[in-house]
């Protein structure tokens, strides 16, 4: 509660006083802090960031929709200036020296949320007789989102073989994308819902999903966990390195909690662009653009949709109060192919449901043996047969060479072998090795070209010992 000298205006002001904007404000947002959400407290600090410069030494009272215009047209110019201030190469920089971006339409509306309920407080304290924010009109009008919707079985595997791939590379910390990706494809929660998600929310056994903390009632529910994300939570937990009762489901690589920000940065983004390039050799439509997170709470509702949930049970899975939303998104798929509805449904039950030709096996390219030939040869004087040639190569080569380099020809040796040929008579069109014969005892040897290519790569350190 608001102390009484707050609520006659701070500083011990007289109770017949009207208080000043600034300080009210404050107080007021400072009263909430730990009642509200730390997002919602950190919103109330940013707004007031931007009302204070301009009604700070205003009294309550004073603040007429007058006034309220008068702060959202001044906003609008600030914004303007910083853009064309950006566009000539001279930001505006804050006392941090971090540029100061244009504000959005739906930006300046937030900070007039704010105002609005500052002013309704004070209405309620008999401050002002009417609150002067209220009202469409105070708003800037703001552009109404494209939907995204990523609605097709073969995008939505397309994630989850991307996000599996990018576990599997040795070079990424990461390991669960893939299940991450799952549950916000086949469970739809909120970032900060999954971000905080502990494996006693998690219950395999009987089927469901415990979404405990959330930002409205609506979003304490209870979600069955489909068939695939089954799966995949089932080994994800027999991975984690901690998977208690209180432990988190989804840690970051040090334990801690993520973030929206490491959940954008770190998860999403690269399985979206690992995915794109996945359907684009599947010759299928990329992903939409602007996948996020909640994006994929669309998602979710689809493969309800999809599975035969009827609205009412999608609204109460995804923890929505309006169900205007779940109606949108349930119009929006019962309008699309029935072929396509049936492939969600399969991909759900676990069976992949997009056939499709797996890319040819490639060879090592051949200019990839060119520099160490010329290594071994350097090694050797300048000067080798070609089956010193051919061991060498082998030998250091052999991290290198895939399945389909090895596979045996019908003639006997493996595939790198005669392609080994190939860049031989390359080098030897260059000017780099001379050419003397052909067959198993030939002699490989380098030309005063090919040692000053070697000088020029400085591959090996000891050819300025081997040079003649």
């Avoid at 599975?307 to 798929?333: K, N, W």
Wanted: aromatic letters at 6%.
């Amino acid at each position: 509660m608001l102390s009484r000298e707050v609520r006659r205006g701070g500083g011990g002001a007289h109770p017949d006083e009207v208080p000043l904007f600034g300080p009210f404000a404050v107080t007021l947002a400072a009263s909430r802090e730990g009642q509200v959400a730390a997002e919602t407290a950190a919103h109330d600090n940013w707004a007031l960031r931007h009302l204070l410069p301009f009604f700070a030494d205003w009294a309550i009272d004073e603040i007429d929709v007058e006034a309220v215009d008068d702060y959202r047209a001044h906003k609008v110019r600030e914004s303007e200036a910083r853009a064309w201030a950006i566009e000539r190469g001279e930001p505006q920089r804050n006392v941090h020296g971090q540029i100061l971006r244009p504000l959005s339409p739906g930006s300046i509306n937030r900070t007039i949320g704010l105002l609005q309920w500052v002013l309704s407080i004070a209405l309620e304290y008999g401050h002002v007789a009417e609150n002067a924010a209220v009202g469409r009109r105070r708003r800037l009008r703001e552009r109404r989102p494209v939907p995204v919707y990523l609605d097709t079985a073969g995008q939505i595997e397309a994630l989850l073989d991307a996000a599996a791939e990018l576990d599997r590379d040795p070079r990424r910390c990461c390991r669960e994308r893939q299940a991450i990706v799952g549950t916000l494809v086949f469970a739809g929660p909120r970032a900060h819902e999954l971000c905080g998600m502990r494996w006693r929310d998690v219950d395999l056994a009987n089927g469901r999903l415990f979404i405990g903390h959330s930002k409205t009632d609506a979003g304490l529910r209870e979600i069955a966990i489909l068939p695939i994300l089954r799966d995949l939570l089932a080994a994800h937990k027999e991975a984690a390195f901690r998977s208690g009762p209180d432990d988190l489901v989804f840690p970051t690589g040090t334990g801690g909690q993520r973030d929206a920000d490491n959940l954008r940065n770190r998860v999403l983004a690269p399985t979206c662009e690992r995915a794109d390039a996945l359907l684009a050799r599947r010759g299928l439509v990329p992903l939409p653009k602007g996948l996020t997170a909640h994006r994929l709470r669309h998602t979710f509702a689809s493969v309800l949709i999809a599975c035969g949930e009827a609205p009412i049970s999608v609204m109460r899975q995804i923890g929505h109060a309006d169900p205007a939303f779940t109606l949108r998104v349930y119009t929006h798929l019962m309008s699309r192919d029935p072929v396509e509805r049936k492939r969600l449904k399969a991909l759900v039950g676990g069976e992949r449901v997009i056939a499709y030709q797996p890319p040819p096996p490639e060879s090592l390219d051949l200019a990839a043996y060119e520099l160490p030939i010329l290594r071994v040869l350097a090694e050797r004087g300048g000067q080798a047969s070609r089956g010193e040639v051919l061991a060498a190569i082998e030998k250091a080569m052999a991290e290198r060479h895939g399945e389909h380099d090895l596979e045996a020809l019908p003639s006997g040796p493996p595939r790198w072998q005669p392609r080994v040929g190939k860049v031989r008579a390359r080098l030897a069109q260059r000017g780099w090795l001379a050419v003397s014969g052909r067959g198993p005892g030939c002699e490989w040897e380098l030309t005063e070209l090919g040692w000053v290519k070697v000088r020029r790569e400085k591959k090996i350190e000891s050819v300025p010992q081997a040079l003649p």
